[in-house]
């Protein structure tokens, strides 16, 4: 099969950076699909695992990706919820080869149907954001799903990135008054668009503008940028008792005391892959939240978050992407079709 995938960390300037290759088409293992790749999604990680290859050169390139959509041309002996021929979409698992090849393996338990009323460029979009939306959302800083935190303000760092693009339209269908932060006016408009109450300049000081919205804590802060670069404010904005969410790993050391300490914080991480990874027993919650998500698509309850959409996935399409994640002027999601 046709696969695309990188030997060594190059930028994504040089044209080696991703080549493509063929490589044999994987079989299934006991819980796995093999799945017909028709669109991939493109995000930060790609980048990230790209970079931690090293100076290599590998012997075999590895294939990166991990967001896609498909159909189910076989399966495993234990699968029991999908057969050949059913759509899916899912995040995938960062140990295994990702999805920028013609066929993938993923196991049932992080997969779901995809929405049926949404292309497979548009379910592509979804996964990996949705998931991290989610989890960290409802599962880790603990907000209600169904509204009994109603009426609370929640801020989002970064709400026109992909994972801001998949919190906001969770989070107001959960009630909360939502608070993103973007500067150009593109990212701007797309907060909006997705339900933002208020779009709060990053390039500004950030107390000033939340108190001129009527916000003088936030009860929910998700920082989905630069933990570093936010972590004072972050501290000077959360209100006693309330949750700090992060998804971005600190590159310095953080002081993790005063001021927080004083505020009896939950402070939690999201890592999306860590059940795939780590194989927890609760694994199979990943299909049910996509599960979650199609339904909501498919009920006109949850938006498109595909903002680019490319013709065809190659090498050339996947190192635009790539930089476009490093430089961080996506919005929204881009992804690719038709391999």
């Known amino acids: 099969m046709r696969a695309i995938g990188a030997r060594q960390y190059l930028p994504a300037s040089d044209p080696l950076c991703l080549v493509e290759f063929e490589t044999a088409k994987p079989t299934p293992g006991p819980l796995d699909l093999l799945v017909k790749i028709s669109a991939v999604g493109v995000n930060p990680v790609d980048t990230k695992v790209r970079k931690l290859i090293g100076d290599g050169p590998l012997d075999a390139p590895k294939i990166l ?3 896609a959509a498909g159909t189910v041309e076989a ?3 234990l699968v029991t919820d999908f057969s050949p021929g059913d759509e899916v979409f899912y995040a995938g698992d960062v140990t295994r080869p990702g999805s920028n090849a013609e066929y993938q393996l993923v196991d049932q338990r992080i997969a779901a149907k995809k929405p049926a009323s949404f292309s497979f460029a548009q379910a592509a979009a979804l ?3 949705t998931i991290t939306a989610w989890e960290l959302l409802f599962e880790r800083m603990g907000v209600d799903p169904d509204g009994k935190d109603a009426g609370k303000a929640l801020l989002i760092i970064n709400g026109a990135g992909g994972v801001g693009s998949a919190m906001i339209p969770l989070a107001k269908r959960a009630g909360l008054i939502v608070h993103a932060t973007a500067s150009r006016p593109e ?3 797309w907060c909006v668009k997705l339900g933002a109450d208020h779009i709060l300049n990053h390039r500004e000081p950030l107390r000033p503008q939340a108190e001129e ?5 936030y009860p929910f802060i998700a920082n989905l940028f630069d933990t570093d ?3 004072q404010i972050t501290a000077d904005l959360l209100a006693p008792l309330g949750a700090l969410g992060l998804i971005v790993e600190n590159q310095h050391p953080i002081q993790i005391g005063n001021p927080f300490r004083l505020k009896s914080p939950r402070i939690v991480w999201e890592y999306m892959f860590s059940r795939s990874k780590f194989q927890t027993p609760d694994m199979k919650r990943q299909g049910e939240v996509l599960a979650s998500i199609a339904a909501l698509a498919d009920a006109g309850q ?4 595909a903002n680019r959409i490319f013709g065809s996935i190659t090498p050339e399409t996947l ?10 002027t996506a919005v929204g999601k881009w992804v690719l079709e038709n391999f």
């Open 229 to 231: 670069g936010y972590w």
């Open 75 to 77: 399966v495993g002996p």
């Open 65 to 67: 990706g991990w967001d």
């Open 319 to 328: 190192r635009e992407a790539h930089a476009a994640m490093e430089s961080g």
């Open 213 to 217: 919205a009527g916000v003088t804590e």
């Open 127 to 129: 996964p990996l954001v």
């Open 187 to 189: 990212t701007r408009e």
């Open 302 to 305: 949850f938006p498109d978050l």
